[in-house]
């Protein structure tokens, strides 16, 4: 698997937090519901990839390897998200500074971990990948997989030759 740094996940978690309080703000009666849905579901929606994370090549899968999906993606980002709600509705207050512990814990369980993870990625068990990476395993094992058959895996199973 391709190590992700630290500061490709922060930036791309970075834009991702930009966008969805923008989003907060220039909504003003369902703004905070939008920012709260889209950093919950963002990684689960696209192929493991919130816009952040597409912008800077990474993918987020989970423990079978598979793009993580809708109910991962709220797993790992429930912090994140209460987060958001904390600064909407608590702004400025105690928003901001309930939005900053949040984002603290994870980035400390982040560089705590000796498997590249956070704490939303231990309770829903996914990892962040380098999405060019992850493309080059799969290509690998489909490599392998038709070395091992002896036929082109991409033809499936009712080719006719």
């Not at 987060?83 to 901001?96: A, E, M, Q």
Request: charged fraction near 20%.
């Amino acid at each position: 698997m391709v190590s992700v740094s630290i500061l490709n996940r922060a930036v791309s978690r970075g834009i991702d937090l930009v966008i969805a309080l923008a989003v907060a703000e220039a909504l003003p009666r369902a703004g905070w519901f939008a920012a709260v849905l889209y950093i919950l579901v963002a990684d689960g929606v696209a192929g493991g990839q919130s816009l952040g994370k597409k912008l800077l090549g990474l993918r987020v899968i989970g423990a079978n390897g598979e793009p993580c999906g809708l109910k991962d993606s709220i797993m790992r980002n429930l912090m994140f998200g209460l987060g958001i709600l904390f600064w909407t509705l608590l702004h400025p207050i105690l928003g901001w500074p309930l939005l900053a512990a949040a984002i603290g814990v994870e980035f400390l369980v982040l560089i705590g971990s000796d498997k590249g993870r956070r704490l939303g990625d231990e309770l829903a068990g996914t990892t962040v990948v380098d999405g060019k990476g992850h493309e080059d395993e799969a290509a690998a094992d489909t490599s392998k997989e038709e070395e091992n058959t002896g036929r082109d895996v991409s033809e499936g199973e009712n080719s006719s030759e």
